[in-house]
């Protein structure tokens, strides 16, 4: 009798160790995962999400000066030049936004290099284009610029609108992938739990 009291209590007590060491071995592989999943998170949030949020303020600054060229162009042909100040005041701004914003985005985007090249290009072709045309405008017997300008104006507002796409798709990929890799974390994390509960469920009946 004590015999199978004193096997029983082995038993009992070899159980609950081993059914420790499991959900401690489990708690630390979900531990892992979660870190993962955590890091995950704050990499979306610090580069992907930040990159198209400030993608998007530049598009929209750009935005601003294509409407500003546009309404000046507006303005000269229909000779209301008393409302010319405004629109080159709205224009100048837009520009002196849209460094800063580059320079932001140089600082956090871990995608690829030549696309950070080719946004960085393409956005000085605009401006410096957008800037020439209304100067010529300003400047001119007529304030009609030469078509060159104009026709450089357009080509690289074209350009830059391309690229901008390619740009956002780029950013949607990374976003795809962030959002996988947190996915796998989280589906391991919960395959270890309760491949851990399985387990010990297959321990505690065996002995």
Avoid: W
Avoid at 112 to 126: D, F, G, I, V
């Amino acid at each position: 009798m004590k015999l199978n009291q004193l096997a029983m209590r082995s038993k009992f007590i070899l159980l609950s160790a081993l059914i420790c060491i499991i959900f401690i071995v489990a708690m630390a592989f979900i531990k892992v995962a979660n870190n993962q999943t955590a890091t995950g998170f704050e990499r979306f949030y610090q580069h992907n999400f930040m990159v198209t949020k400030l993608s998007a303020d530049l598009k929209q600054a750009q935005d601003g000066i294509l409407s500003g060229v546009r309404g000046l162009q507006v303005v000269y042909l229909l000779g209301l030049q008393e409302q010319a100040p405004e629109l080159l005041k709205s224009i100048d701004e837009n520009v002196a936004l849209t460094a800063p914003l580059i320079q932001r985005i140089s600082q956090i985007y871990k995608g690829e290099a030549n696309l950070l090249t080719a946004l960085k290009n393409n956005s000085q072709r605009y401006e410096q284009a957008a800037i020439e045309f209304k100067q010529a405008m300003e400047t001119a017997a007529d304030n009609k610029a030469d078509y060159a300008i104009y026709r450089e104006f357009v080509d690289s507002h074209s350009a830059l609108t391309t690229f901008f796409e390619q740009f956002e798709q780029a950013n949607i990929a990374q976003v795809a992938k962030a959002q996988a890799t947190a996915q796998q974390s989280i589906n391991f994390a919960n395959t270890v739990f309760y491949l851990s509960i399985l387990i010990a469920l297959g321990l505690a009946l065996l002995l």
